[in-house]
Nanobody, 122 residues
């Protein structure tokens, strides 16, 4: 019913930049919070919040990415972006898009994307 489609991952050298995008597809009336989480390789079931943004533009960042990552959102396109600058090897992870309070036909639910790999080489 609702699908989160992620793009923009890949391999980059330390100090480089990547931009992740996540578009929510479906008959969506509104979305509450959209954000990005990540799970580092070899650390199962530990998915940490990277950044999120509500419909009004209020943002939250993990301390480890403050000053380097910027989250933004286009409400008209139901799309969230994550601009990642000055990437470090420790940013290597699978990044997951999340959308909370997604309203479709009067019902709200939460959704996850399938994940996209970001690899930062030293």
């Amino acid at each position: 019913q609702v699908e989160l489609v992620e793009s923009g991952g890949g391999l980059v050298e330390a100090g480089g930049s990547l931009r992740l995008s996540c578009a929510a597809a479906g008959s969506i009336a509104s979305i509450g919070v959209m954000g990005w989480y990540r799970q580092a390789p070899g650390i199962p079931k530990q998915r940490e919040l990277v950044a999120d943004i509500n419909s009004g533009g209020l943002t939250t960042y993990a301390d480890s990415v403050k000053g380097r990552f910027t989250i933004s959102r286009d409400n008209a396109k139901n799309t969230v972006y994550l601009q990642m600058n000055n990437l470090k090897p420790e940013d290597t992870a699978v990044y997951y898009c999340a959308a909370d309070e997604v309203v479709v036909a009067g019902t709200a639910d939460n959704y996850w994307g399938q994940g996209i790999l970001v690899t930062v080489s030293s």
